[in-house]
C-alpha cells in the first residue's frame, strides 16, 4: 500500500526548540494568514517514549506520508545524533525534499548547519512566515527538476525573491 504524501515532517531540537515548532502550528491556525502545512506530526500523535524503536517507527510512519522534509535549525542541531541525524538521513533515503530553516535568521548555509546536509540538495532559508510559505509551495518543484538534473548542495533565495515577499 502506498501512502498518499502531502504531509511536511517538521524536525526540530525538541529540547531548545520546540517553541518555533509550536510557532509554526499557530500561524498555520491564524484564519487570516496564507501559512499553511499537514503536519506529519498530527499522525499517530499518541507518543510512546518509552523505546526508541518504537519512537523510530512513529517518526518513520510520519515520514513516509510526507511530501517534504523541514529541519529547523538552532545552536545544538548539529550536535543531535539520537533523532534528529536519524530523521535527516531517513528524508535524504526517501528522496525527500529538504527545506533548513536557519533560527538565526540566515538565508544562507551556515556553521550551524548538520554536516550529514553536506552535499546533499537543500534549500536554506530564515525562520520567517513568508519565506517558509513561499519556500513550502516551491521548493519541492524545484528539488524534483534539479534532482533530475544531477544536481545537489545547497541553495538559497536571492534577495529580489525576499524583497517581493
Known amino acids: 500500500m502506498v501512502a498518499y504524501r502531502n504531509k511536511t515532517y ?3 531540537d525538541g ?16 484564519d487570516n494568514t496564507a501559512f499553511n502545512f ?6 499517530n500523535s499518541a507518543r510512546d ?6 519512537i523510530k ?15 529547523l535549525i538552532g545552536k545544538n542541531t548539529k550536535y543531535l545524533r539520537k533523532f534528529v541525524k536519524w530523521e535527516i538521513e531517513s528524508a ?5 525534499p529538504i527545506i533548513c530553516v536557519n533560527l538565526n535568521g540566515n538565508r544562507v548555509k551556515d556553521d550551524m548547519c548538520p554536516p550529514i546536509l553536506n552535499n ?17 509551495e516551491n521548493w519541492p518543484s524545484y528539488h524534483t527538476q534539479y534532482k533530475r538534473s544531477g544536481n ?7 534577495n529580489i525573491v525576499y524583497d517581493k515577499l
Do not use: C
Open 49 to 54: 517514549t518509552s523505546k526508541e524503536e518504537s
Open 15 to 30: 529540547d531548545n526548540d520546540i517553541h518555533y515548532y509550536w510557532m509554526m502550528k499557530a500561524w498555520k491556525q491564524k
Open 92 to 96: 535524504i533515503r526517501l528522496g525527500l
Open 120 to 136: 546533499e540538495l537543500a534549500i536554506f532559508i530564515p525562520y520567517e512566515k513568508k519565506i517558509m510559505q513561499f519556500t513550502l
Open 10 to 12: 517538521v524536525a526540530f
Open 152 to 158: 545537489s548542495g545547497d541553495y538559497h533565495y536571492e
Open 38 to 43: 499537514y503536519d506529519a506530526h498530527d499522525l
Open 57 to 71: 517507527r512513529q517518526l518513520r510512519e510520519r515520514m513516509n506520508n510526507s511530501k517534504v522534509f523541514v529541519l
